[in-house]
């Protein structure tokens, strides 16, 4: 089973690019002044994170947001602005609102 949604995985779903999540981590004010400066260093280190996620046996555990966002923790691209979203309540009715949201687009883009 995966890891539950939070606050910070909900600013890369439904991105699958590492361009795509590194813009909406920079939109969100979640990444690091390092972070911001090196672009392509962030990058790279998100493909190479992508990669191995995708080639790995399917197992239970963290989502690639998860391993994107454990990456960037690692290498101390995210500040305490994208820390405390992962931390954020998951119960308040914002996140849930958004998160229903988000997986209604889902079904609806899988649907058809």
């Given at each position: ?8 995985t909900l600013v890369l779903f439904p991105e699958r690019t590492s361009s795509g999540m590194y813009d909406a981590l920079a939109a969100k004010r979640c990444l690091t002044a390092t972070a911001l400066s090196d672009r392509s ?72």
């Amino acid at each position: 089973m995966a890891e539950p949604p939070n606050a910070l995985t909900l600013v890369l779903f439904p991105e699958r690019t590492s361009s795509g999540m590194y813009d909406a981590l920079a939109a969100k004010r979640c990444l690091t002044a390092t972070a911001l400066s090196d672009r392509s260093r962030v990058i790279a280190i998100m493909d190479t994170t992508i990669k191995g996620f995708e080639s790995r046996e399917p197992v239970a555990g963290g989502t690639l947001w998860y391993v994107v966002i454990g990456a960037l923790l690692e290498k101390r691209f995210l500040n305490e602005h994208a820390r405390a979203r992962l931390m954020a309540d998951r119960s308040s009715p914002t996140f849930t609102a958004r998160l229903r949201a988000l997986l209604q687009e889902l079904w609806w883009t899988l649907r058809y």
